[in-house]
């Protein structure tokens, strides 16, 4: 279940609800805002089905309408409505917008960062050398290096040159701070 809402000035919501309609969303709300320093606009806001919500944004992207609107786009926890829950609660692949939101945040090098890098890499470390399945499976919990991989794979994929470009500049330093915890916990005397 998504929420949308696409900001844009005075007059062209009716253009973005008709969008909306189009690829069978069943109800859309319009509310006017004051954006600062001192324009009107309108606010189009749709709370729908993943695949639904992935159709609208498609079809918006595609109008030229979006040059001259703000999109925001969330997971939402819960839609109560007289819609069908199997079609409002369908699976879907996540919307690359999302992703590209996630691989960013993820992509920083943070206090919490490298407390679970130099913690997976301990468990890790512990569990092949034990070998303790049950720790290694926990480590990969820990793992925060998906997101890195993810990036470089996902940025070079889709043209999105600064993610890829700042995972890839990152990635020594992530690979050395779980070194330095794993590699010492490995070594036998």
Do not use: C
């Not at 324009?39 to 729908?48: G, R």
């Not at 609208?56 to 109008?63: G, I």
Request: a positive charge; hydrophobic letters at 45%; charged letters at 20%.
């Amino acid at each position: 279940m998504h929420e949308g809402r696409v900001t844009v000035p005075k007059g062209l919501s009716s253009d973005i609800a008709r969008l909306a309609f189009d690829v069978g969303i069943d109800r859309v709300t319009v509310y006017p805002v004051l954006v600062l320093p001192d324009a009107d606009a309108d606010v189009v806001s749709v709370e729908t089905s993943t695949p639904r919500a992935k159709a609208f944004r498609d079809r918006l992207t595609t109008s030229g309408l979006v040059s001259r609107a703000s999109v925001t786009t969330g997971e939402i926890r819960a839609v109560l409505s007289n819609g069908s829950v199997e079609e409002l609660t369908y699976p879907a692949i996540e919307p690359a917008l999302e992703v590209f939101q996630d691989l960013w945040q993820l992509n920083h090098v943070t206090v919490s960062y490298a407390v679970r890098a130099l913690t997976a890499a301990l468990l890790l470390g512990y569990g092949m050398l034990r070998r303790d399945v049950v720790s290694i499976v926990v480590a990969a919990l820990f793992l925060p290096f998906t997101a890195q991989v993810l990036a470089l794979g996902f940025g070079g994929r889709l043209a999105a040159r600064p993610a890829g470009r700042d995972s890839a500049g990152r990635q020594p330093g992530r690979i050395s701070i779980g070194g330095s915890a794993g590699g010492p916990g490995l070594w036998r005397p």
